[in-house]
């Protein structure tokens, strides 16, 4: 150790000249290695044009700030979470924002038509301990194999440790594996075991439609997942179910979105259409409001009745599972219809946007917010259930038994939505930890409303 007297001996002028050609080349080679972090240099226009955008359309742009540099993170979709932090709403402790994101223009062509490769199914946990099956494509692997809603799961690749601790093994297997072997217990207590293998195939956000009987009355259900999709195909089968619902004389509608994470405005618009009394047409349906930079792009939408059906009454099936345009729909009706929600509160998200093309990349920063026609959306923390009934994930679709239909039915018929006996063998503690594990199951799930560019 040099002591204090004989700092200035130390470093002669030679030692000093060393010194500094040595920190040179150590901040080069630091420089060097931050710039790899965030990116190369090649990427920096790319993002510098990302955020000149988005500080362009974020509703929320005046809270970025100046000093705000893309180059820090590692590529488009680092920079969307980064900006969400940006997104105060009065009223709201934290960032409302958790939904900008970016993507590759081939993966959004493929997820906004619909087109998936994998088993064509998801799974939840019902107990801590008891995995079921609670979606299954139909053109899908698993759809073609037979599975079926409410089936569980007992074994995964002969592994029957299927517990809520194992979250991470269970959605890797199941979600992106190329091929995998599952055990299923069926309604009837008998046991199957299927192969599965990814493949490429058509998604049908329509699950289900039926009508029941309820003394003089008659119901409408319809099971809708997503309002992305084959956007032609999908308008085919509303059209096809709403004549339905008419030539059965229908007087109650059921919706159910339980799992409906959004997507097309324009085909949410399709459906509040098909289910506005005839004597609503004209009325406002709902606004867009965009930032002050493009406050004259603010518009209003009217409704435009589709078909004759005539009602008063919706309900909706939901969940935290339930966004965007799918509670812009329940929204844009809750002020002209006598709607229930039934279920569990919303995801809260009165916004959207729409996809701005950047290189190879569409990012979609929050552009504008909804309201309904007294002008109000400001549910960031989710529509509030008219009663709350824990999801029957051991009934397929349609199932009268199944707790949230069962609850909808009772109060068509009797005023009462009955009792909901909570799920089977489960205290708080495990409650949550249930909750928390299908919140990871529902992972890369879409939740949003994408528009139209106005411009």
Known sequence: ??????????????????????????????????????????????????LKRTRDIYLWNDQIPGDFDPRRYAGPEEIMDAIRLY??????????DHFSF????????????????????????????????????????????????GWRIVAVNGDRNIIVDRGNFIMQTIYYSPSCTLRFQKPDGSE???????????????????????????????VLNSFLGDQPAIINELAVV?????????????????????????????????LIPPALNGSVM????????????????????????????????????????SELLINNLTPYMNVKLVGADTYGKPVGFYDVKVGEWLIFPVSFRSTNGLGKGDYFDGLKVDRVVPDGLDKDWGDRQESRLKAVLSYIESGSYGYAPPLP?????????VAQANKKL??????GAVAESPR
């Not at 997104?87 to 409302?96: D, N």
């Not at 606004?287 to 792009?297: D, F, I, L, P, T």
């Open 442 to 447: 529902d992972r890369g799930s879409f939740k």
């Open 192 to 222: 199957v075991e299927i192969p599965l293998v990814a493949a490429q195939y058509q998604e049908d956000p329509l699950y289900l439609d039926t009508v029941y009987t309820l003394g003089a009355k008659r119901v409408g259900y319809l």
């Open 286 to 325: 709902m606004g867009q409001e965009y930032n002050a930079n493009h406050a004259n792009e603010n518009q209003l939408f009217f409704f435009e009745k589709l078909g004759t059906l005539d009602i008063s009454n919706v309900y909706f099936i939901v969940s935290d599972n339930t966004a965007s345009a």
């Open 1 to 50: 150790m040099i002591a204090p007297a004989d700092v200035t001996a130390a470093f002669s002028p030679a030692t000093w000249l060393s010194t500094w050609i040595w920190l040179f080349l150590l901040g080069s080679l630091l420089a060097g290695s931050c710039r790899k972090s965030g990116g190369s240099g090649e990427d920096d226009p790319l993002k510098t044009d990302i």
């Open 102 to 149: 970016a993507m590759k223009k081939t993966e959004w062509d493929n997820i906004s038509t619909g087109v998936a490769t994998d088993f064509g199914m998801k799974v939840f946990f019902y107990t801590d301990d008891d995995l079921r099956v609670r979606m299954v494509e139909e053109d899908g692997p698993a759809g073609r194999a037979g599975i079926r809603r």
């Open 242 to 274: 709403f004549n339905h619902f008419i030539v059965s004389g229908v007087t109650d509608v059921v919706v159910d979105l339980r799992y409906n994470g959004g997507g097309y405005v324009s085909l949410q618009q399709r459906l509040a259409n098909l």
């Open 87 to 96: 997104s105060k709403e009065p009223g709201f402790s934290e960032p409302v």
């Open 425 to 433: 063998g489960l205290n708080s503690v495990l409650e949550s930890q």
